[in-house]
């Protein structure tokens, strides 16, 4: 089975999918950084480079890749804040994943990314001022996806990351195959 965590860039899906995969002793797979080793380049540098529709291929290839050479019996995989946007990999992650969405307001948002410049394109070129409409913005456009393909929604605000992985946990058993 192939656990898949979702959400905004920024909601804590790289650190949520490697403490799942410690407690659940199984492997886990971040879909940027895969990408990242696979190009020899930051996430950032991609989008500089070739743009925001060449990496979206790269993602959904990998995407692909990963779910037809998994063969583990449990697999958690982190996706990027974008993964969503394409209708392809909804429907990958949709019939072949069980997908939890991590979901936070924009403030809680806003409040993380504008301490992470540098690592996030979509939003490196917003002035602080800008941020939180920005992010509003962006997660609108994305928010369907996100919810289109969760089995399971879990609210993060307010909440501490040990709260969080247990909550995830005590879902896991809405999952059929678990």
Known sequence: MIISLTG????????????????????????????EKEQGK???EIF???????????????????ISENSERLLIISLGGGTLISENNQ?????YTNCIYLRASVNLLTERLASHRGKRPALDSIDDNSLELE????????LRGYENTAKLIIDVD????????NEIIAGL????EV
């Not at 500089?48 to 990963?66: D, V």
């Not at 992010?135 to 994305?142: A, I």
């Open 48 to 66: 500089q480079t070739y743009g925001e529709n060449y990496f979206r291929k790269l993602e959904e290839e990998a995407l692909k890749r990963i």
């Open 158 to 165: 307010e909440k501490s990351v040990r709260s969080i992985l």
């Open 135 to 142: 992010v509003s913005n962006l997660l609108q456009k994305r």
């Open 8 to 35: 905004f860039m920024g909601v804590g899906k790289s650190t949520l999918a490697r403490l799942l995969a410690g407690s659940l002793c199984c492997r886990v797979i971040d879909l940027d950084r895969l990408v």
């Open 173 to 176: 058993d809405s999952f059929s």
């Open 42 to 44: 930051s996430v950032a």
């Open 91 to 95: 429907k990958i992650i949709k019939e």
